[in-house]
């Protein structure tokens, strides 16, 4: 577990290897998202490095006739 901590300007640094873990690049965007447990700290991803995530996804779902 790593731990940072509170600015008194409330910024945090995020620690090096977590940065290096999920490849947070210098002005790159970040969600936080409360949940009852605490925060969730989630870098956004640009669409263009998506291409190809769902690669082996299952299409064959059953689709409404007006759908078709």
């Given at each position: 577990m790593e731990q940072a901590t509170v600015s008194t300007k409330y910024q945090i640094v995020i620690p090096l290897n977590i940065r290096k873990e999920m490849d947070?690049?210098?002005?790159?965007?970040?969600?936080?998202?409360?949940?009852?447990?605490?925060?969730?700290?989630?870098?956004?991803?640009?669409?263009?490095?998506?291409?190809?995530?769902?690669?082996?996804?299952?299409?064959?779902?059953?689709?409404d006739e007006d759908r078709l």
């Open positions: 947070i690049k210098p002005g790159q965007k970040i969600f936080f998202v409360k949940s009852n447990d605490g925060i969730q700290i989630i870098p956004q991803i640009p669409l263009n490095e998506l291409f190809g995530k769902l690669k082996g996804i299952n299409t064959d779902i059953e689709r």
